[in-house]
């Protein structure tokens, strides 16, 4: 299953609202997670199966979709969130697959 | 919670590299675990999967055959023997917990460790 991930780069400025798009060659049901990787870091899971938050991530950030088309919100951009963001399925594995990831930089 | 990897470094075309990841904070046998990659300006990529008990392995289609995941649970290390290495395996290499504990394994990833880097150059 490929995962297409859009845009490419988003610019935006603290305080702003993010949405990025995951979009699934087939049907992936819910099995979407989304994780946030800074350069030199650990990447971190967010969200889990669509739209369940990992523990300790702040509500600000939430995921929608089914199906083929899913997306991150990040209700009001942080200085700490400006990072790469990668989606992933699970829903027909091995293999695991990521999308080729959203930079998120400030504008 | 951590996961330290180590082992990586400079290696020849053709030659082996194993890498260590460190598990505390955690009882490692009670998890399936991973190995993921990121080549330099390249996105996240799966490698291996080990169950929690070592009785399952899968691979990614271009390592198969000359990487191996393996686990020993009473040092709370998770493996892969890296063999006959490629250039196109330079990269990043992170180790990486699944959520699901006690037997089950779900492919989500909830912790990672921050990578130990190899380079297979001559």
């Known amino acids: 299953i490929v995962l297409t991930q859009s845009p490419a780069t988003l610019s935006l400025s603290p305080g702003d609202r993010a949405t990025l798009s995951c979009r699934a060659s087939?049907?992936?049901?819910?099995?979407l997670a989304w994780y946030q990787h800074k350069p030199g870091q650990a990447p971190r899971l967010l969200i889990y199966?669509?739209?369940n938050r990992a523990t300790g991530i702040p509500a600000r950030f939430s995921g929608s979709g089914s199906g083929t088309d899913f997306t991150l919100t990040i209700s009001s951009l942080e200085p700490e969130d400006f990072a790469v963001y990668y989606c992933?399925?699970?829903?027909?594995?091995?293999?695991?697959?990521f999308g080729q990831g959203t930079r998120l930089e400030i504008k | 919670i951590q996961l330290v990897e180590s082992g990586g470094g400079v290696v020849q075309p053709g030659r082996s590299l194993r890498l260590s990841c460190v598990a505390s904070?955690?009882?490692?046998?009670?998890?399936?675990m991973y190995w993921l990659r990121q080549a330099p300006g390249k996105g996240l990529e799966w490698v291996a999967v080990?169950?929690?008990?070592?009785?399952?392995?899968y691979y990614t289609d271009s390592v198969k055959g000359r990487f191996t995941i393996s686990r020993d649970n009473s040092k709370n290390t998770l493996y892969l023997q890296m063999n006959s290495l490629r250039t196109e395996d330079t990269a990043v290499y992170f180790c990486?917990?699944?959520?699901?504990?006690?037997?089950?394994?779900?492919?989500?990833?909830?912790?990672w460790g921050p990578g130990t880097l190899v380079t297979v150059s001559s």
């Open positions: 087939q049907t992936v049901s819910i099995y």
């Open positions: 080990i169950w929690y008990d070592g009785s399952n392995e």
């Open positions: 992933q399925q699970r829903s027909n594995w091995p293999p695991i697959t």
């Open positions: 990486a917990r699944d959520l699901e504990t006690f037997g089950g394994i779900i492919a989500t990833l909830d912790f």
């Open positions: 904070g955690f009882t490692l046998s009670n998890y399936g």
């Open positions: 199966d669509t739209s």
